[in-house]
C-alpha cells in the first residue's frame, strides 16, 4: 500500500532563516505530487505541482520554491523565512490522471 | 476569485442526527468532487467523490448529491457521531486539469452528545 511521509512534524524559525521540508510517498511509481499551505481560519492553498523529476508548476507567487530531484521524493524550501510564511504545509501525492489525492501528516511551521 | 465555496464555517448537530455540509461552485468545466475530512494537526482524508455522470453517491454513512444545474453538491453524513467531528473541505477539478484540485475554505462540524 501506499504511504507518505513528511519531516519534520512541527518546526520552529527565526525570520530570515533558511527552510527545507521534505515529502516521500513510498509504494507507487510516478506519482503527482503537490505542496499545499492551510493557514489560520483559510481553506488549502495550493503552492506546487509536480508532474514527474524536475517538472514543478507554481501556482502562486511567494517566498517559497519547490524541487523534485527524485521521483518520490518533493521538497519545499525557502532561502528567507518571512512572518507571512507560517501556517500547516500538507502534501499530498495522485496517480497520473485520477483526480483523488491523498495527504501526508503535514508539518506545522511558525516564523517568529 | 473563489472557485468552490463552503459559505458555512461552522455546523453544530446532535449525535444521530443528520449532518448536511454544503458547497457550492462557480466553475461549469467542473466535473469531478470530492470531500475531506480533517483533524486538528492532521492531513486531510479522502471521504467520498462523485463523477458529473451521477446525482448520488453513497459510502457507507456518507452520501455525496451532485446538483449539476444549481452547481450544488452536499454531503449526508446519517447517523452522525461525535467521531464525525471535523473540519471537511469540499474540492473539484475539471476535465481539462485532472491533476489540479480546488478547494472550499471549509466547514467545522461538531456533532455533540
Known amino acids: 500500500s501506499q504511504t507518505i511521509h513528511q519531516w519534520p512534524a512541527t518546526l520552529v524559525q527565526p525570520v530570515g532563516s533558511p527552510l527545507s521540508l521534505e515529502c516521500t510517498v513510498e509504494?507507487?511509481?510516478?506519482?503527482?505530487l503537490y505542496w499545499y499551505r492551510q493557514a489560520a481560519g483559510r481553506g488549502l492553498q495550493l503552492l506546487f505541482y509536480?508532474?514527474?523529476?524536475?517538472?514543478i508548476s507554481s501556482e502562486v507567487p511567494q517566498n517559497l520554491s519547490a524541487s523534485r530531484p527524485q521521483d518520490r521524493q518533493f521538497i519545499l524550501s525557502s532561502k528567507k523565512l518571512l512572518l507571512s510564511d507560517s501556517g500547516f504545509y500538507l502534501c499530498?501525492?495522485?496517480?497520473?490522471?485520477?483526480?483523488?489525492?491523498?495527504f501526508g501528516p503535514g508539518t506545522r511551521l511558525l516564523v517568529l | 476569485d473563489q472557485q468552490v465555496k463552503q459559505n458555512s464555517p461552522s455546523l453544530s448537530v446532535q449525535e444521530g442526527r443528520i449532518s448536511i455540509l454544503n458547497c457550492d461552485y462557480t466553475?461549469?468545466?467542473?466535473?469531478?468532487f470530492l470531500w475531506y475530512k480533517k483533524y486538528p494537526a492532521e492531513g486531510p482524508t479522502f471521504l467520498i467523490s462523485?463523477?458529473?455522470?451521477?446525482d448520488k453517491n453513497e459510502d457507507g454513512r456518507f452520501t455525496v448529491f451532485l446538483n449539476k444545474s444549481a452547481k450544488h453538491l452536499s454531503l449526508h453524513i446519517v447517523p452522525s457521531q461525535p467521531g464525525d467531528s471535523a473540519v471537511y473541505f469540499c474540492a473539484a477539478s475539471a476535465f481539462y486539469n485532472t491533476d489540479k484540485l480546488i478547494f472550499g475554505t471549509g466547514t467545522r462540524l461538531q456533532v455533540f452528545p
Open positions: 462523485i463523477s458529473s455522470i451521477k
Open positions: 509536480s508532474v514527474g523529476i524536475g517538472q
Open positions: 466553475n461549469s468545466m467542473f466535473d469531478y
Open positions: 499530498a501525492w495522485s496517480d497520473e490522471g485520477t483526480e483523488t489525492q491523498y
Open positions: 509504494g507507487t511509481s510516478n506519482p503527482n
